[in-house]
């Protein structure tokens, strides 16, 4: 999961929008960056990208962008060259989301599932560790596996009393955090310079222009590259839509709903294998089910297991149809009171510490840059107990409070979508999603106006374009980024 204040005179130089009132101007121009010398990825990378092969190379941006000429950090980027030179268009920049984790062999990903070759043809196609991340300048606060908040999204609050406990434990996260040696690169990390730095990219690729494919939080990266460089932002296409430019807690509150929408798949399709699994005959017996082994695992864990981690688990397992089996397998192993089924099952999602550090913090960094949070715990409670009752599943996760209320920076800037542009802009939609419900579309395509187009695809999980199997998505989706058609209207596409 999932904008830069100028003087007017940069602003109209460097093809800005106005930024939001009571934003201070931080921004000067950036030099233009060396040219990009590719050359062999990290092992680790190439390891990952095979059976293909990927190019990458080392772009140096400024680390503050009021003073460009300052010190400097490192941006690793990855290429898939065109396969087709005579029909080669320009570059696809990629962002999988997040913010966190790397991203430097999502081409290689994208092309395992099925990308397209008119568009593998039609552009080379450019991946990235984002600032903060990976192979990129990397950020960390020095979280470890004891760390008591071990993820990005908030815990669960069953009442008050849990919200003030999270209150305490993001009080100390915030603290680590700003007092972290690398606390001067935390205060940087937001998607206002991300956007900078992906236009730092282009240049660095003697490109005039760049044309965009973003996921998730990626969509929010693509509304503001859009929003702060219209001129050259080329063909963008923004896939599971956090439905703005920016994080904040109305957006990891779409948490709550998201899951409400998209449990009832999984529900159907448990209840078809109730012989096998008997978690219920109906969608309703299994959704009872759920209530009950969170609720049994709130008063007596297992295997370290407690309703928040069980409900987590259940949550991320949503983001694929093909993560089902794995719901069964945990729900058989809370059902049979089996403690080493349970560790195994964790133990096969365990990562290692150095990334679960480097991709909170920085999920943490951008979240809390970029927005105003509520500081006030009584504001949480609220939320939650609101959410709970809305959205009983996971609402009072999405809702519970971050370190963001703690955070020891105050957000600088954000972008803001215009409707007045290029009609550039293609909103690709699951109508299921447990991350990025469809309200996060629908917000995007109001936002654009008519410079946009919505595509909605009767399916369930997280990433529409590629990573599920949906002709209509994926025809719609490939002739925008290879011809240039944006549909004249909204699309639906039905299941399969």
């Known amino acids: 999961m999932l904008a830069v204040g100028l003087t007017a005179s940069v602003s109209a130089a460097a093809g800005l929008p106005a930024m939001a009132e009571d934003r201070p101007a931080t921004t000067a121009q950036a030099p233009t960056p060396a040219p990009a010398e590719w050359g062999a990825c990290p ?24 003073e460009p000429d300052g010190e400097q950090i490192d941006l690793m980027i990855s290429r898939m060259a065109s396969t087709n030179p005579e029909k080669r268009r320009g570059i696809l ?9 790397s991203g430097l062999t999502l081409s290689t990903l994208l092309a395992s599932k099925g990308l397209p070759k008119s568009v593998r043809d039609a552009y080379d196609i450019i991946a990235m560790d984002t600032r903060g991340i990976g192979h990129s300048t990397a950020a960390r606060c020095g979280f470890t596996a004891e760390t008591p908040h071990f993820g990005n999204l908030p815990p669960f609050a069953v009442d008050e009393a849990a919200v003030d406990a999270q209150a305490k434990i993001v009080q100390d ?6 007092s972290s040696s690398d606390a001067d690169l935390l205060r940087h990390l937001n998607t206002p310079n ?19 494919l973003g996921y998730s939080y990626g969509s929010g990266l693509g509304a503001t590259y859009d929003a702060m460089f219209p001129e050259r932002a080329d063909r963008v296409v923004l896939d599971s839509n956090i ?49 009950e082994l969170a609720e049994r695992l709130d008063e007596q864990p297992l295997a370290g297991v407690d309703g928040v981690i069980f409900r987590m688990g ?27 089924a349970v560790a195994e099952r964790l133990a096969a999602d365990a990562v290692e510490p150095w990334e679960f550090d480097n991709a909170l913090t920085v999920f943490l960094s951008v979240s809390c840059n970029d927005s105003d949070w509520a500081e006030d715990v009584q504001h949480y409670q609220d939320t939650v107990a609101a959410d709970r009752a809305e959205f009983p599943m996971f609402g009072a996760a999405g809702a519970n409070i971050t370190p963001c209320a703690y955070w020891p920076y105050e957000p600088v800037e954000q972008a803001e979508i215009s409707q007045e542009g290029k009609r550039n802009i293609l ?44 002709a209509c998505a994926l025809e719609t989706t490939t002739k925008f980024l290879v011809d240039g058609t944006l549909p004249k209207r909204d699309v639906s596409c039905r299941a399969g």
């Not at 996260?173 to 700003?178: F, L, M, P, R, S």
């Not at 956007?195 to 044309?211: F, H, M, P, T, V």
């Not at 991320?316 to 089996?338: C, M, N, Q, R």
């Open 314 to 340: 259940t949550f991320g397992f949503l983001y694929s149809p093909a993560g089902y089996p794995k719901i069964a397998e945990l729900w058989e192993s809370v059902l049979a009171d089996d403690e080493a």
């Open 173 to 178: 996260v915030a603290e680590q955090c700003a």
């Open 43 to 66: 092992a680790d990378v190439a390891t990952a990208a095979l059976p293909y092969v990927l190019e990458c190379a080392t772009v140096q941006v400024p680390l503050d962008y009021a």
């Open 93 to 101: 920049l990629l962002n999988p989301g997040g913010p966190s984790g």
């Open 243 to 291: 439905g703005d430019t920016h994080l904040n807690q109305d957006v990891i509150r779409l948490f709550g709903p998201g899951m409400e929408e998209t449990f009832p798949d999984f529900a159907r399709w448990a209840a078809k294998r109730h012989g096998t699994y008997g978690f219920g005959r109906t969608p309703a017996q299994v959704r009872a089910t759920f209530f």
């Open 427 to 470: 909103i690709v939609q699951n109508e299921r999603d447990p991350a990025t419900p469809l309200r996060g579309g629908q917000l995007a395509r109001e936002q654009f106006g008519d410079r946009s187009r919505l595509v909605t695809v009767d399916q369930s999980g997280h990433g529409a374009y590629v990573l599920h199997d949906n």
């Open 194 to 212: 991300t956007a900078r730095d992906l236009d730092q990219i282009r240049a660095a690729l003697g490109e005039e222009k760049a044309s965009y």
